[in-house]
């Protein structure tokens, strides 16, 4: 499986951004998809995850303002994020679990919010 992130970019603080994934390849074989991220100075933390039938999670930060979907048609997964903060500034990097042992990475897509 391929991931392809996009839709990062600068924007003000209270501000919105959408973000996309679109996977290739093997992607009938996709347990879960999820958004990691990354700030300067600090380690890859979960942003949420959505599972193949729909099941949904959110770090605590990002819960009322972030939201996460899945067009299975399209193969692609997105991110809307609203209400951004400057701590929410990061390379946000999409990820799949796929055969129920392996997992893909996307190469990441900066957001980046201004106060």
């Known amino acids: 499986v391929q991931l392809v992130e996009s839709g990062g970019g600068l924007v003000q603080a209270g501000g919105s951004l959408r973000l996309s994934c679109a996977a290739s390849?093997?992607?009938?074989?996709?347990?879960?998809m999820g958004w990691y991220r990354q700030a300067p100075g600090k380690q890859r933390e979960l942003v949420a995850t959505?599972?193949?039938?729909?099941?949904?999670n959110y770090t605590d930060s990002v819960k009322g303002r972030f939201t996460i979907s899945r067009d299975n048609a399209k193969n692609t997964m997105y991110l809307q994020m609203n209400s951004l903060k400057p701590e929410d500034t990061a390379v946000y990097y999409c990820?799949?679990?796929?055969?129920?042992?392996?997992?893909?990475w996307g190469q990441g897509t900066q957001v980046t919010v201004s106060s």
């Open positions: 990820t799949a679990n796929w055969a129920n042992r392996f997992s893909s």
């Open positions: 390849g093997s992607t009938f074989s996709i347990n879960a």
């Open positions: 959505i599972t193949k039938d729909g099941s949904i």
